[in-house]
């Protein structure tokens, strides 16, 4: 094989690599506006609720050094799942701090504005 054919080969697969990564990056940040502006335009809405389900998500780093291998935890992405009073079901991403608070069965009101979360109200 011709060494200019493989180093063209090579410069093509590293700028279509490049390019597939730059797109990507380009592509989650127009859906991470697109989300922002349509929360931002939705009207904010309180509703009656009960807390039906909460989750967790934990992704894990792993570090090599040397030797040894580390599996540290990294960020806690906390959930919780609203159930409305005509039957629908939301979840929505919310702090750690409202995480601890809420329970499984409380009733309250709930504050949303689109797909984001904005507080909830206990009743007692």
Same mark, same amino acid.
């Given at each position: 094989?011709? /060494?200019?054919?493989?180093?063209?080969?090579?410069?093509? =697969?590293?700028?279509?690599?490049?390019? $597939?990564?730059?797109?990507? #990056?380009?592509?989650?940040?127009?859906?991470?506006?697109?989300?922002?502006?349509?929360?931002?335009?939705?009207?904010?809405?309180?509703?009656?609720?009960?807390?039906?389900?909460?989750?967790?998500?934990?992704? /894990?780093?792993?570090?090599?050094?040397?030797?040894?291998? =580390?599996?540290?935890?990294?960020?806690? $992405?906390?959930?919780?799942? #609203?159930?409305?009073?005509?039957?629908?079901?939301?979840?929505?991403?919310?702090?750690?701090?409202?995480?601890?608070?809420?329970?499984?069965?409380?009733?309250?009101?709930?504050?949303?504005?689109?797909?984001? /979360?904005?507080?909830?109200?206990?009743?007692?």
């Amino acid at each position: 094989m011709d /060494f200019a054919f493989d180093y063209n080969m090579f410069r093509l =697969m590293f700028n279509m690599v490049f390019f $597939i990564i730059i797109g990507m #990056f380009v592509f989650i940040i127009v859906k991470n506006i697109k989300t922002w502006n349509q929360n931002n335009h939705s009207p904010r809405l309180d509703v009656e609720a009960e807390v039906v389900s909460k989750r967790t998500d934990v992704s /894990f780093n792993n570090h090599m050094g040397g030797n040894a291998s =580390m599996v540290l935890p990294g960020p806690t $992405i906390y959930y919780a799942a #609203f159930q409305v009073e005509s039957g629908d079901r939301m979840e929505f991403k919310i702090s750690g701090t409202e995480y601890g608070q809420l329970a499984i069965k409380d009733r309250g009101k709930l504050s949303f504005q689109g797909s984001r /979360f904005l507080s909830f109200s206990r009743y007692f």
